[in-house]
């Protein structure tokens, strides 16, 4: 693969998931605006009951960058609203102001409070500020940037500026010993246009994205075919195969898994976008019944790649002592191959139920075989049949320099069965994989006509 196409491959790759979390940060954004906002269009909550023994209850400083902070423009549109809603549950007349954090403080200064230092879900944690408890009732200041008091339940709007603010609750005489109801809302004009933004960015990243990916894959589709021997048609359109080095080196298995790791970080990044690219055919195939040739080529290449690394040094069955190639492409002298027939046509039907339905029954197959996590109630791991039969493989290596022929045909023939269904529930082929264990490193020839 050229250069500039594996760079147009790491780049899509890198797009697609700043799209994705875009598209969902403002899907979500619209969703809550459309439905959890209360008839003012606030976001409210009632926060847990305030009971305090002190002179008043207050925020903390909130610092909205008064010197020298942004331009008021930028708080127009923002367009934010705070609604403060407080009620003594002993019917004393109450207080609740937002004033500038100076003259509280001042006003305050040497009077017993409680200031809220963090919100626990509803719940508020306070730092006691000790002092005493005569102060002038906040009534007869002049100071408040918005204030309502008296008795039942009072409302405070306050359209959110520049400065240094604090929000305080009190009772409305100055007098010690709170036991209110409070509920915060927060409204703000600047969200509906901040979801729509997010939404037309990851669309226009992911289409990026796609379009990067999709130039990247073609680039081995174009590459001139090897001058190999034809293959032998087999009955399945998942094509894999393996061959046994003659002569293994007894212990390198020990340090594959560590020489492999920069194939490790390269495949992270290419099956997320493998993961995108089977996103974008799903859709392809539902309106088209065809699956995009360039991303099959690209989803062929990656699957290809996983399972040279994966007979290299993991559970593929450590057959060979040859480093893997860093290629989408087929690489015929390559011990380890893997190719998928492309389908000219799939079905619109069996792309919406092949994944969470159909293949179920493999599942069950594949867990056994290959092991899994969080099986126990410990959530830790279990080990499979496959992995067992590979590290036993390694051991009669290691002490007898020499692979077992018929635990080489076992494992690649499990192998090839969980490609089967890999290639099936990643949309790439119609063919239910058969239940059925087909052995060697040679995948069977199809029955004649």
């Known amino acids: 693969m050229k250069p500039g196409r594996i760079v147009a491959l790491v780049l899509g790759v890198l797009l697609a998931l700043p799209s994705l979390g875009l598209l969902f940060g403002g899907g979500a954004l ?47 549109a923002i367009d934010a609203t705070i609604r403060l809603r407080a009620a003594n549950l002993d019917g004393t007349p109450v207080f609740v102001g937002i004033g500038p954090a100076e003259d509280v403080g ?43 008091s008296g008795s039942g339940t009072q409302e405070l709007t306050w359209e959110v500026a520049s400065g240094d603010w604090v929000a305080v609750l009190m009772n409305a005489d100055g007098s010690p010993g709170i036991l209110a109801d409070l509920n915060v809302g927060v409204r703000a004009g600047i969200i509906p246009g901040l979801a729509a933004g997010l939404l037309v960015l990851g669309v226009l990243l992911g289409a990026l994205a796609v379009g990067l990916i999709a130039f990247g894959a073609r680039g081995h589709a174009a590459a001139e075919p090897a001058l190999v021997e034809e293959p032998v048609p087999t009955a399945d359109p998942v094509r894999l195969e393996a061959e046994l080095d003659p002569e293994l080196s007894p212990w390198k298995w020990v340090v594959k898994w560590l020489l492999a790791i920069p194939h490790y970080v390269v495949l992270a990044f290419l099956w997320i976008g493998f993961l995108v690219t089977t996103f974008v055919a799903f859709f392809a195939i539902v309106f088209t019944g065809r699956y995009p040739r360039g991303l099959f080529d690209y989803g062929v290449g990656v699957l290809r790649w996983t399972w040279r690394v994966a007979y290299y040094a993991l559970s593929g069955g450590l057959g060979t002592d040859r480093y893997p190639p860093f290629s989408l492409q087929a690489d015929p002298e390559y011990p380890a191959t893997l190719d998928i027939a492309y389908p000219e046509h799939l079905s619109r039907g069996l792309v919406l139920v092949k994944w969470w339905l159909l293949a179920i029954p493999h599942y069950v197959v594949l867990a056994i075989v290959e092991g899994g996590w969080g ?6 791991s279990y080990p499979g049949l496959l992995p067992v039969l590979v590290v036993i493989a ?56």
């Open 30 to 76: 619209l969703a809550a605006y459309a439905t959890q906002r209360d008839d003012a269009g606030f976001f409210a909550a009632d926060l847990a009951r305030v009971a305090s023994g002190t002179i008043a209850v207050t925020s903390e400083d909130v610092d909205l960058g008064s010197d020298p902070g942004p331009p008021d423009a930028v708080f127009d």
């Open 394 to 449: 390694a051991v009669v290596l290691l002490f007898r320099g020499r692979y077992p022929r018929g635990l080489f045909d076992l494992i690649v023939g499990f192998n090839r069965w969980g490609f089967r269904v890999a290639a099936y529930v990643l949309l790439m082929t119609d063919r239910y994989p058969p239940f059925r264990l087909d052995q060697g490193g040679r995948e069977p020839a199809a029955e004649p006509s």
């Open 375 to 380: 099986a126990t109630p410990e959530g830790v």
């Open 106 to 148: 001042a006003y305050l200064s040497g009077a017993a409070r409680d200031e809220v230092r963090d919100v626990d879900g509803r719940r508020l944690r306070y730092r006691e500020v000790p002092g005493g408890l005569e102060v002038t009732p906040p009534t007869d200041l002049g100071f408040w940037v918005a204030s309502a």
